[in-house]
């Protein structure tokens, strides 16, 4: 397992070793140890997390003021673009980016510290998104900040209008938002 830093150094891209040959392909989608090793955090998970959304869904982008959770997340059918965004006011980062391509093929995961808002667009017909987290979801302290906010300004690869949930479009603005100390 190898860990590489994103735009912004907390936020981390997983590459796990995979082994292939004729019949398919076999890896460790998380091993306790492995994860320590390559990034230095020693978390503990508590939920895992499965949805299937269309192309041009995007779910996001979300995030806990208490209970905050960080979320290891992966792509095991389609692709998508995944964007964590610093929340954390204190941070040389706050309010920046980072964003990659997860997909079915390239086996990436991306670690998303507590403290970002978290989320994805589907860039397939369709896509099977799995996360762990680390803390459980806490309905009542989930916050959305504004998908398309300007003062953000994510470079989502999207060319239409995305499907969104009427909170996610409901998103307040960063200047808006509840934030991190």
């Given amino acids: 397992m190898k860990a590489i830093p994103t ?44 949805s299937r959304s269309a192309r041009g869904v995007l779910r996001g982008l979300h995030y806990q003021i208490r209970h905050p959770q960080g979320k290891l997340v992966r792509v095991v059918r389609g692709a998508v673009f995944d964007v964590a965004v610093d929340l954390r006011r204190a941070s040389p980062t ?25 989320g994805f667009v589907v860039l397939t017909e369709s896509a099977d ?11 009542e302290h989930e916050r959305c900040l504004k998908w398309d906010d300007p003062a953000v300004s994510i470079d989502w690869p999207i060319d239409a209008e995305p499907v969104l949930s009427a909170k996610d479009r409901d998103g307040k603005a960063l200047a808006d938002c509840e934030v991190f100390a």
């Fill in 7 to 50: 735009a912004i150094p907390d936020v981390l891209v997983i590459e796990p070793k995979v082994f292939g040959d004729a019949r398919g392909f076999f890896f460790e989608s998380f091993n306790a140890r492995a994860f320590r090793e390559a990034t230095g955090l020693d978390e503990t998970f508590v939920q895992d997390n499965h």
């Fill in 94 to 118: 706050f309010g920046r980016w980072a964003g990659v391509e997860l997909s079915e093929d390239n086996h990436r995961q991306l670690w998303v510290p507590p403290g970002f808002a978290h």
């Fill in 129 to 139: 998104f799995l996360y762990k987290t680390t803390d459980y979801y806490a309905p």
